[in-house]
């Protein structure tokens, strides 16, 4: 290893535990190193690459890597920093800090930041700030989606599973008759249609825009598959509104077609809509249906509870979401969570961010 | 195989290949091939992952070797398999020649390179060196996945009848994913990692102007200009790559064209949007833009 190396081997060991503590799950010290000693350790740039190729593994890791380099290496020449300092620095202790780069006071900042999402994920999603509501809003991007799969009839060959007799026949005609190995096949998979029905009356509003954000991310994920509508005073269909692929614009489009924006509620009408002009037709066949209300019925609960057990009936599954449900002391007041509960297969929070990413895995698993 | 010493001098033989690197993509790939670990490729669909293994293997003059990654390829498919049938028939012609066989020696022959049907990454190994194009990994499932690594740590294989084969000199290998499924941990961490962004409107000129020579400068930057707009905006269901401008520029050029014109923009919009949704966009784009 060449010298200038070894001079600041320190340095970029403080540098990648600081990644390490803001949650860069690949961060490889030793390749790092080995890779700068291809490189000129003392060229910005070629530090930069060096790093991100080998401290980084996915899109959301580059985003934070860019910023904790900037901070890490303003205006410091990277050779010249003592290395013991930073390295006890950013381990966390304070010492006095004779010479002060501002490396790591902008660290703590980070790491600072990194928890703050972690906070944001379990922030009910009523109460945030509009600043907080705008770095929630760059959470979904990073949502994972997963989407509900079926089993058709069809078959398809496959390395393990049942023994494909027809075609473990085909292949030993291929070879005179001789054994060979057998043949496999599995029964081949779709995904499954997905109905989201967003509850957008005045009792919902806080959590409607979250709800139609989520949406938006299911339909970009699986375009076809996805079919969104609102619920309000009737029943909108936004799905077309939402298939633009910027949230901003897509959330826009959707609130210019949605006339009854936190209005009041006929839930039961509006499920009646959907059962009749939509569920029976398809959309909900074999669907799994996710509805997002907290069940406030202003008319007759016994509608309700009627189209709510059709809609059972017809879908594969049916999964409720009231934002009320992961609240303490939460119970199935409302005239209109009562009428449907019988005929909902599960019902589960969302509230929360992290309560969205828990329904992505019961959507997934029913 | 052709020798470099520095990024700079990698990116100049990408250059004479038509591929254009940027700093950062010429200095992992220097990394990379200093480093002997695989090339992890991340990024849009139509960035140029699987363009960049070709470009390598034209600049380096070694050959290239592509694993096409789909649901439910298994090792048998990657690796190696034995001719079943030609074993056979080996044996039948044996036996019809009627003379005494020695088994021992005919099992060994049965069990040799000549019966042996080589799939790329055994051929990559043999060929080393050599670049072995792993695409869309994200497509296979786990299980391949722990196999790939497993032969990417020590670029070796075992074949029980045959023994150990070990690669001279480590081929360059690339691994190409579009995201649709997180790739273990384990793998990335065994390689070099890279995000290829969408190039800015320089770059992809120069890009275009690369790959398509014979059509005009003022067509190609309207055409990249038209593409990097429609980009910024993020209006569409799926964004253009430098593919789709690439043949966008050929269509028009194919029209006879020196221009970005309305008319032939309209016919050539096949080649931009393969989404019904998005035609509608577009044309309106057009419109503003050229109309």
Redesign the interface.
Known sequence: MTEPVAGVLGEMVGFCQALRRAGL??V?TD?FV??LD??EPMRR??VY??G???L????D??EVYDRLFADWFSGVNVGRVPASTTVTLASGARDDGDDGPQGPDEVEDLAMLASRAEVLRHRDVADLSPAEARHLAALYARL?VRLPWREVRRR????RGEVDVAATLRARL???G?P?PLQHRRRRRKPRRMAVLVDVSRSMAPYADQMLRLAHRLVGAA?GRVEVFTMGTRLTRVTRAL????AE?ALVAAGEVIPDWSGGTRLGEALEAFVDRWGRRGVARGAVVVVVSDGWERGDPSLLAQQAAQLQRVAHRVVWVNPHRGKPGFAPVQSGMNAVLPYVDQLVAGHTFATFEELMEVVERV | MKTHSS?AELADLLAAVDYVAD??LA??C??AL??E?PL?L?GEPGTGKTALATALADALDIPLIRLQCYE?I?A?QALYDWD??RQ?LHLRTLEASGGDVDVDATEGVLHSERFLLARPVLRALQQSPAVLLVDEIDRADDEFEAFLLETLSDYQVSIPELGTIRAETPPVVVLTSN?TR?VH?AL??RC????IDHPDLDREVEIVRARLPQVSERLTRRVVEVVQRLRA?????K?PGVAETIDWARAVHELGRDELEFDAALLTLGALSKYR?DTEHLRAVLTEQLG
């Open positions: 799950s690949a490889r390749l080995a890779a291809q490189l740039d070629d690459w060096a991100r190729a080998t980084c593994a996915s899109p890791d580059v994972r398809e060959p496959h390395h291929r070879l005179a001789e060979g375009p298939r633009v692929g910027d614009r | 990024p700093e950062g200095t992992v220097h990394l200093a480093l670990r992890m991340e439910g298994d048998q079943f049938a056979i995201r997180d941990d990335k961490r070099l990692y890279h995000w905006e993020n209006r569409l269901v964004l949704e």
